[in-house]
């Protein structure tokens, strides 16, 4: 079974307008991460965004924020004021277990185009 | 930050022959890192969880054979691609875990490898 789902295989957002991409996960270990990278077509990871499973409040790092809803088992990203550069793909992940060596496991990922 | 540096970014190489790929974490020491493989329009699929100084742990379907992976010392780790043929023309990106589970893994800038 799929852990992490993506279920938006490219999502289109006017520049400057706010735009959520869904992530739902699936784990049964209480101890476990979000996380959300974006890849632009040069293929570089770049980390946006984390997720704690004990974390009371919704995490924010500038434009980006993360829509936690345990209960539901999702972690939708949230960017404000899109621009251009943030055409990308983007991708949800999770890690299980309280230590460091455990790997992150990927969704799909979404492909965000900015329209000018 | 801490940076992962992987080399080389991309090799085209003729089918039969081997490809080393190396990955280094530059100001921090990883006990664990990890290889991923991404194909075209596709998501990172983990292939090996390498730890320091022991046997890499491989994910079911990924030939342990095929694909050697030493993990000598605190900050470098490689992938060698044995016998290359043209499916296994990839995008690979390594990364390292360098802190709790709560912090993000830092990826190489991938290797983009073409077998011809």
């Known amino acids: 079974a799929q852990k992490i789902t993506q279920t938006q295989p490219g999502m289109f957002v006017q520049e400057k307008e706010a735009v959520t991409l869904d992530c739902t996960y699936d784990?049964?270990?209480?101890?476990?991460?979000l996380f959300w990278y974006k890849q632009p077509s040069s293929g570089e990871m770049i980390f946006l965004i984390y997720?704690?499973?004990?974390?009371?409040q919704n995490a924010t790092e500038g434009r980006y924020s993360l829509n936690f809803q345990k209960a539901r088992k999702s972690a939708n990203l949230v960017i404000s004021a899109s621009q251009l550069g943030d055409s990308a793909m983007y991708f949800c992940?999770?890690?299980?277990?309280?230590?460091?060596?455990?790997?992150?496991?990927f969704g799909k990922g979404t492909r965000l185009s900015v329209i000018a | 930050g801490a940076v992962v540096s992987q080399h080389p970014s991309w090799v085209i190489c003729k089918s039969g022959t081997s490809v080393k790929i190396e990955c280094r974490s530059l100001?921090?020491?990883?006990?664990?890192m990890f290889w991923y493989r991404q194909f075209p329009k596709q998501s990172l699929m983990l292939m090996a969880t390498?730890?320091?100084?022991?046997?890499?742990?491989?994910e079911q379907g990924v030939e342990k054979d095929k694909f050697l992976i030493n993990h000598a010392s605190l900050t470098l780790s490689t992938l060698t691609v044995t016998s290359a043929h043209p499916e296994d023309s990839s995008f690979y990106i390594c990364?390292?875990?360098?802190?709790?589970?709560?912090?993000?893994?830092?990826f190489g800038n991938g290797t983009r490898l073409t077998v011809t």
């Open positions: 990364s390292a875990s360098w802190g709790p589970h709560n912090s993000p893994l830092h």
């Open positions: 784990t049964s270990d209480p101890s476990y991460g």
């Open positions: 997720q704690g499973s004990y974390d009371q």
């Open positions: 992940a999770m890690r299980e277990g309280r230590t460091g060596n455990t790997p992150l496991v």
């Open positions: 100001d921090f020491q990883a006990t664990t």
């Open positions: 390498s730890n320091e100084g022991s046997k890499a742990t491989y």
